[in-house]
Structures are given as C-alpha cells and as structure tokens.
C-alpha cells in the first residue's frame, strides 16, 4: 500500500491538478474529475460556493463567541498585554497553518482530506498510522466544537437571567439540558438538505460578520467608564500573569483564547465535496477565514483592553461567565443585556456551524471504516442527500461530553484547550509530512504557495510542536495545584488518542490500510481500487 501512495506523491510532481482520462462511465465535469482522480465517486449536490463555503467556515469560527467564550484564557492568564501582544504573535502562526492547510486543500479536495493526505504523503510504511492518528485527531476536535460553543451559550442565557433576576441560581442540571436543547435544534437544521444549511450558514454568517462590527462600535462609543479608556502605555506594557509561571510562559498560555477561535478556518476542506470548483474555492475560503477572522480578532482585543476595568472581578465574577461581567461593567444594564443577546444568537449559529463541519468529517471516517458500525455512519439519507446518521452520532457523543458539566467548570472547560490541541494536531501531520518527507515532489493543486510552501509549513509545524505542551499545563503548580484547578486537557485529549492508537495496534492494523476508495482510483495512468493494492 504504502508503495502505492508513495508513487502517487512522487509521480503526480506537477503545478497543478493532472486527470488522466478514465474509462468508467461518470459524469465528467471539473468537480467530479478532481474527486475521481482522488478514488471517490460523487454523492454530494455541491450547492456551496466559495462565498457559501466561507460563510460555514466563519460561521464555526464564530469570532465574538468565540472571544466571549475563551476571554477567560486571554485576559485572566496574561492581562491586557497578554491579549493585544498574544493575539498578533499567534495569528502570525496560525496564519502559516491555514495557508499550508488550504495547500493541502487544493491538492486533495476531499471531506476526509487531512487524513487522506497523511495517508498519501507519509513515508513507505506508515501510510495507515499516520491517517490514522490525524483522523481520530481531527475527529475529537471537531465533535467537542459543537458541545464547547453551546455550553457557552447556555452560560451566557443563564448569565442574562441571573442579571435580570438577582435571587436566581442556576444549577448545572439547567445548564446541562439547556446546552442539549441547542445540540438537538441544530442537530435538525444539520440534518437538513445541503442548499437549505447552505442557506441558513450563509445568514448566520452575515449575522455573525454584522454582530462583530456592532461590538467593535457600541464598546467604544457606549462606555460609560470614567475614564472611558486606560493608558496604552497601560494596555499594552502591563502583563497581568494569573499563572504561577514566568510572564513568557503565561502569554503562551494565553494562546489558547486565539487557537480556539481560530480553529474552524479547516471547515471549507471538509466541505470541499460539495463545493463547486472545490480545488480553487475552498482553499480560497480558508485563507480568508483566517485572514479576516485573525483582523477582527485583534481589534476585538484590543478594544476590551483599552476599556476593562477590574480584570480580577471579570474572572472571578458569581455570574459564572467573564463575557457578561465585562460587558456589565463597561456598559449600561440594557446595552450589556443586548450585546449579550447578539453574543448568545451568533454563538448558536456558531455551534450549528460546527455541527455540519463535525457531520462531515464524521461522515468522511465512516465511509472508511475507522468507526465501529461504520456502515450505519455513513450513509447519506436519500431524501436530503446529507449525511443524517453522522450528524446524530456526532449530537450523542456531543451530550455526552457534555456531561462533564456535573464535574466541575475545571472539567469541562478542558473541552475549549482539547478542541484546539486536536484540531492543530491533525493540521499538523500531513503539513508535516509535505515539508519534512516530501518536499519537491508534492503535488500541487491549482491554489498553491510555490517555493514559500516549505518555509511556511515549517513555521507551522513549529508553532504547533511548541504548543501542545503548553496548552496542557495548569495555571497552577506546587501547593498551589489541586483537582480543581488542574488542567485535565491531557486526559480529555490523551485518553481518547491513546485508545484509538491501541486499538491501531492491537487489532486496526490488521485491516486498517488507509482511506478506502468507491471507484476505481484513477491517477497518473495508474488504476488501482484503493490505495493500498494495484490491479
């Protein structure tokens, strides 16, 4: 097998995509040729464009809920300089892996595309473990995208209550089947046909994209702080290190807050089946997710910078939700209600976002058999031509995690740094692969980063390698350490993967030979019915 996709890097070393003519009898436009020449056969209407494929992808970023629900990380590990300094810094590295992602893209525009590349670009022999180990990576952080966005926003409905009736408490009970009734609502719009989510993502999208330069305007102009904004010398020279670490540390901590918000920009690869013109569009819409997302970011930071009050009593606040204490403190009661009710629409349209992106890489898995009863997984419902049963899947495990909740906010916070270690992971190993192993011989799609394709993974791939171990360290060390403020990042994350990898080990590796094809698999005058056996 590993013979095979070797030769597929090596002898496939051109500009752009090369179709060889085939002989089946499919139908032969560009889309359909380009997924061909993959191995898969069309089951997708691709009703997504690239403005359609960006609206989903900015719709999972969901930049102000996003923000609102990781301020905690950003202002409480490392201040108002933390925030402003951080963001930059990150996003210029962040911005490196999504153009080496949208690479990728390009050249294997298929829903199951980061492991599909692992598998062809790994060195002879590794091949099944190295698509494996990015699949299951990819598939933990796209399913707790959904459960960690609308326990979000369940806390800031609770927030509001708690604002507009002082003597209410809420229970986790009631954050817990709130946050489940958001997963069930979207759980249905997903199950939905392709043009109607379509439809829905693209308004939620300009909902989102108006919501964020609403905020950006109303915080500025609506404060009511005397002073209406802190000294920049202030803002940004004063690092507030709420970790027991070095200030260095602490602002890498920090990152957390930007590698969450920022990790949805890969929701156009995982669409890219039903894109039209999906080699030139959803790369195109990873790069501007990233690139706009990562403006809109800054300036969001920079602004609650300037204008926060009391830091300390945004962190510790018995609203339970830093977002709302913020807002309460630098805005009038009806202005900051408002806001939050902007916030808390955008978050929902963000997490039924993540539930599409999470249905079809699920459903992309499934079609290869690394779930058990896979066959059941990845059906598409012949109604709606969506894959239904994945989307269910994803809802049930979704619930589940949220059962976290009765643990402790320690816990289930855990799902926020989980969500951006597994996702960059999964970036990470086949850009890893293209630059170190390789190199030259990759073949480039039509969208591509010519001689700088190098240089730039390798800026990504450093970066990533860095954070994972900083994303699992506890704000607190020696004495100061204890259940309840431990980071548990590593068993959410490490427990999962290291069972998927046994399972490699002890039985998958026997029939587990990478990414399975459903017709035969044309490239380079080569055909072959997977990627693993020549015919």
């Not at 002989?23 to 997504?48: A, N, T």
């Not at 199950?191 to 108006?210: D, H, R, V, Y």
């Not at 990790?263 to 501007?288: Q, T, Y």
Request: hydrophobic share 50%; proline share 5%; net charge neutral.
């Amino acid at each position: 097998m590993e013979t095979t996709m070797q030769q597929l890097v090596e002898d496939r070393g051109m500009s752009k995509t090369s179709l060889e003519p085939m002989d089946d009898d499919f139908p032969v436009d560009h889309d359909e040729k380009v997924l061909l020449s993959l191995g898969y056969k069309q089951e997708f209407k691709r009703e997504f464009s690239l403005w359609t494929s960006f609206c989903v992808s900015f719709a999972v970023l969901g930049l102000l809920p996003s923000f609102a629900s990781t301020l905690f990380y950003g202002m409480g590990y490392a201040g108002t300089a933390g925030m402003v300094w951080g963001w930059i810094i990150a996003m210029i590295f962040i911005q490196c892996v999504a153009l080496s992602l949208a690479e990728l893209c390009s050249s294997m525009p298929t829903s199951g595309g980061l492991y599909y590349a692992s598998a062809v670009l790994a060195p002879p022999g590794w091949g099944p473990v190295a698509s494996w180990a990015t699949g299951w990576s990819s598939w933990i952080g796209q399913v707790t995208g959904a459960p960690s966005v609308n326990y979000s926003a369940a806390a800031m409905i609770l927030a509001a209550r708690s604002i507009t009736d002082p003597n209410y408490v809420q229970t986790n009970w009631e954050l817990f089947l709130l946050t489940t009734f958001l997963m069930l609502v979207q759980s249905c719009i997903s199950s939905m046909p392709t043009k109607w989510i379509a439809m829905f993502n693209s308004l939620g999208s300009s909902f989102n994209m108006a919501v964020v330069i609403i905020v950006i305007i109303l915080i500025p102009t609506a404060t009511t702080t005397d002073p209406k904004f802190a000294p920049s010398r202030q803002v940004w020279g004063t690092i507030g290190n709420g970790t027991d670490f070095p200030n260095g540390i602490a602002i890498l901590m920090s990152f957390i807050s930007v590698m969450w918000a920022m990790s949805g920009f890969d929701a156009p690869f995982h669409l890219s089946e039903e894109c039209a013109i999906a080699d030139v569009a959803s790369p195109r819409a990873i790069v501007l997710t990233s690139a706009i997302g990562g403006i809109f970011g800054w300036v969001l930071q920079v602004i609650v910078a300037y204008t926060v009050v009391d830091i300390g009593a945004v962190i510790d606040s018995d609203l339970g939700q830093p977002w709302a204490t913020y807002l309460l403190q630098v805005l009038p009661q009806k202005a900051a209600l408002a806001t939050l009710a902007l916030t808390i629409i955008a978050g929902f349209s963000m997490g039924q976002g993540c539930m599409v992106a999470a249905s079809r890489v699920t459903y992309a898995y499934a079609r290869d058999g690394c779930f058990p009863m896979s066959r059941f997984w990845r059906k598409v419902n012949r109604h709606t031509k969506t894959p239904v049963n994945a989307v269910w899947f994803n809802c049930t495990v979704g619930v589940l995690l949220c059962l976290l909740i009765f643990a402790g906010e320690t816990a289930i916070l855990a799902i926020f740094s989980v969500g951006a270690i597994a996702c960059f992971v999964a970036f990470t190993i086949p850009i890893s692969l293209r630059v170190f192993f390789v190199g030259s011989r990759f073949r480039r799609g039509p969208w591509h980063l010519g001689n700088f394709g190098k240089p730039i993974g390798a800026a990504a791939v450093g970066f990533v390698v860095l954070m994972v171990p900083v994303l699992c360290l506890p704000p607190l060390i020696g004495s100061n350490l204890n259940s309840v403020n431990m980071n548990w990042t590593c068993l959410v994350y490490g427990g999962p993967m290291l069972i998927a990898l046994l399972w490699f080990a002890i039985d998958a590796r026997k029939w587990y030979k990478g990414p399975r094809v459903n017709v035969k698999h044309a490239m380079i005058g080569q055909v072959i019915n997977d990627l693993g056996k020549e015919v």
